[in-house]
């Protein structure tokens, strides 16, 4: 089966991933090396084409699946996708670049790094303020699939106590694991919290300032997930009238990617009880090429009728 990708790649990356689908028993098609979209049954997308997928699927009367390279589809028109044709997300293809990124904001955050580095250029050497022990901490981890569960194995190794939120229900050793109805427990006895789930319908706007309220006084947020889970405004404000209350922020509201310019509606970089990066938790060495083997592995699972993962839930967008 010849399977159609569309994506930005270089020369060496893509005689990699023709290599990768042959031994996988399919033919990889680049869209560029054809002229006609029509035949193909199977699409591939990257990230910088998401926001073309309709154009594409109109063009393609045969398609039957969709694999994105991206973890996240919240950004899809699903209206313009038929309900026949099968969606599947890259859900945890960049799990523990971003888990590591996770612990970099926690350990900066509860350290004082960032803040004290800014200090010292100002000529001011504090030497006194208390940092904070992240071992024995308690971390809540509001959505427990790929990345929450690379969250949770470094937290171990500093012995935390994991309260989780999770869909799959399935165990290990967390001191606590809920759903979503759960959540206000864990919010509300965990040191750090990490938001890890897929923006939705259930999710978007579901951190508020109630319960920013009802996190501890000098709790660490760190959101890695999609910047509408929580509310721009309630945050700042959270942020500006609890100086101990920290936040480390990956993902934005306005981002140059979905939106064209990097923005904010309130000035969050002023604050000195936040740090914040570019939503580049996910590029580290070798992880896009990782990302596409995974991508084309669940290709492969497709193509040989074999159980596919990540299938997207569209009642969670409509």
Same mark, same amino acid.
């Given at each position: ?12 990356? /893509? ?46 009367? %045969? ?13 899809? *028109? ?6 026949? #044709? ?9 799990? *523990? ?13 509860? +350290?004082?790094? $960032?803040?004290?580095?800014? +200090?010292?250029?100002?000529?001011? @050497? ?26 949770? +194995?470094?937290?171990?190794? @500093?012995?935390m106590r994991?309260? =989780? ?6 165990r290990e *050793?967390?001191? !606590?694991?809920?759903? #979503?109805? *759960? ?6 006895n965990s ?12 999710? /978007? ?13 000098? =709790? ?24 101990? @209350? ?7 509201? $306005? ?6 310019? !990097? ?6 970089? %002023?604050? %000195? ?14 992880? $896009? ?30």
């Amino acid at each position: 089966m010849e399977v159609l990708i569309e994506t930005d790649t270089g020369p060496r990356l /893509r005689e990699h991933l023709k290599e990768i689908s042959r031994n996988l028993g399919f033919e990889l098609v680049f869209s560029d090396n054809t002229t006609d979209r029509s035949r193909f049954k199977v699409l591939l997308v990257g990230q910088m084409k998401l926001r073309h997928l309709s154009e594409l699927v109109s063009d393609m009367p %045969e398609l039957k699946m969709i694999q994105t390279l991206s973890a996240g589809v919240d950004m899809l *028109d699903f209206k313009t996708i038929p309900e026949h #044709i099968l969606l599947c997300s890259n859900a945890g293809a960049y799990s *523990d670049p971003i888990a590591e990124h996770v612990f970099a904001m926690i350990l900066d955050l509860s +350290k004082n790094l $960032t803040k004290n580095y800014l +200090k010292m250029r100002e000529g001011v @050497f504090d030497q006194k303020t208390v940092n904070k022990r992240v071992a024995g901490k308690k971390i809540g981890i509001v959505g427990y699939g790929g990345i929450g569960k690379a969250v949770a +194995k470094i937290a171990r190794k @500093f012995d935390m106590r994991i309260l =989780a939120i999770s869909r799959s229900g399935a165990r290990e *050793d967390e001191e !606590f694991l809920g759903n #979503i109805n *759960d959540i206000d427990y864990v919010l509300s006895n965990s040191d750090i919290v990490v938001i890890s789930l897929p923006l939705s319908n259930y999710t /978007r706007g579901i951190i508020n300032s109630a319960r920013l309220e009802m996190m501890k006084k000098d =709790a660490i947020l760190i959101n890695v997930a999609r910047a509408e889970i929580i509310d721009q405004k309630d945050l700042f404000d959270h942020l500006s009238r609890n100086q101990e @209350f920290k936040a480390g922020i990956d993902v934005w509201w $306005t981002e140059p990617l979905s939106k064209g310019k !990097f923005e904010t509606d309130f000035p969050f970089l %002023e604050l %000195e009880n936040l740090i914040g990066s570019p939503h580049n938790s996910s590029v580290a060495e070798g992880e $896009t090429v990782y990302a596409y083997e995974q991508a084309l592995a669940n290709v492969s699972r497709y193509v040989h009728n074999q159980n596919v993962k990540n299938k997207v839930n569209r009642s969670d967008y409509s």
